[in-house]
């Protein structure tokens, strides 16, 4: 089993290299942000620096964990060769562990150019251990962003996953804090903020690089958003299997 899911997450990858417009998607807006947002402004402030690139490097994680893995499944979808390797009696397994695994490499390569202008041009400043602790804090916290894509990915075709996905990412991305600090935003918004699962992931982070406190509600909305995005992204899988093959 282990072998598939290695030559799976292998296919994936070459597939990606071979079309890189969504890791180049993914590591360029935050990179652009940096350089307009936090290179000027809060770039000379060692905490301010840290928390924000870690902010954005959460953004282009969440940009290929959500729209990149919902617009490959729905794509996937749609090409002759998926539902023969449906029939195959490997199980769903391999081709999920492979694109799970093909979209976490892909994330991290995406946050690089944010983590390497965050040191080179910004007063930013984090030790090697809160480093790794807050890559694993950042793998962890886009669990509910993939199972999210996974959903929409499994329910629509093509077109509409594209353009739902983006709808749900750029609202998400401020409402939970990720573009400008939380304490900043109106105050409406600052009402809505701990409930969704862009706060909880960016609070924990935070945590992981700068020793913020996170709060008790966005950290249990997180799990919530995790649970419930996994149970609904195993819903539409068999719901599509269901579609397709009965």
Known sequence: ????VLAHTRFLLIEQIRTPVGLLAAAFFPAVAMV??????????????TTATSSLMLFGAMSSALTGLGTAVSQDREQPWNPYLRTLP??????FAGRVLSTLAVMLISVVPVLVMGA???AATITPGRLLLGLGALVVSVVPFMMMGLFVGFV?????????????FFPMAIL????????????FVQVISPYVPTRGAAELIWWAV????????PLVMLGVWTVGMGVAAVWAYRRDEGRRFS
């Open 210 to 217: 700068a020793g913020a406190r996170p709060g008790v509600v």
């Open 120 to 122: 080179l041009f910004t």
């Open 36 to 49: 307009a947002f936090v290179v000027p402004y809060t770039g000379q402030d060692p905490a301010a620096a």
């Open 90 to 95: 490997a199980g769903p397994l391999p081709r």
């Open 1 to 4: 089993m282990s072998s598939l």
């Open 156 to 168: 629509l075709v093509f077109k509409a996953a594209m353009a739902v996905s983006q709808l749900l």
């Open 176 to 187: 939970g804090g990720l573009l400008l600090p939380p304490q900043t935003l109106p105050g």
